[in-house]
């Protein structure tokens, strides 16, 4: 699968996922650092990738309709400490990654995972 890692999450993301056989890239390495959000949707949807976000305005399906991208997968922690966020994730990505993505937007809280 094809990701694209927000800003908001950690570096290690994206190693943990090319790590597990998928092809990742952040929005540093594209320079999209400080980007709007549909400009970080476009590219990733251009790209055929799912972009993972901690960006709650990314979820407001009014403005991003999930089925006009290529996946949106939106994570809500408790806690915003960097490594709070990873042990979020790392407890919930291999669910997520289970999941048909493409045109959807999947929430991750800690009540567990839905789909959109």
């Known amino acids: 699968m094809k990701f694209k890692t927000d800003e908001n999450l950690p570096d290690e993301l994206a190693s943990d996922l090319a790590a597990s056989g998928h092809d990742c890239e952040t929005v540093a390495q594209e320079s999209l650092t400080g980007a709007p959000d549909d400009h970080l949707l476009t590219a990733a949807h251009r ?36 490594g709070a966020v990873m042990t979020f994730v790392r407890r919930y990505l291999s669910e997520v990654l289970q999941l048909e993505l493409k045109g959807r937007l999947v929430v991750v809280t800690g009540r567990g995972v839905r789909v959109r």
């Open 47 to 82: 790209e055929g990738r799912v972009l993972l976000t901690l960006d709650k305005g990314i979820a407001n399906v009014q403005v991003y309709p999930p089925e006009s991208f290529s996946g949106i997968v939106l994570f809500r922690p408790d806690s915003m400490g960097r």
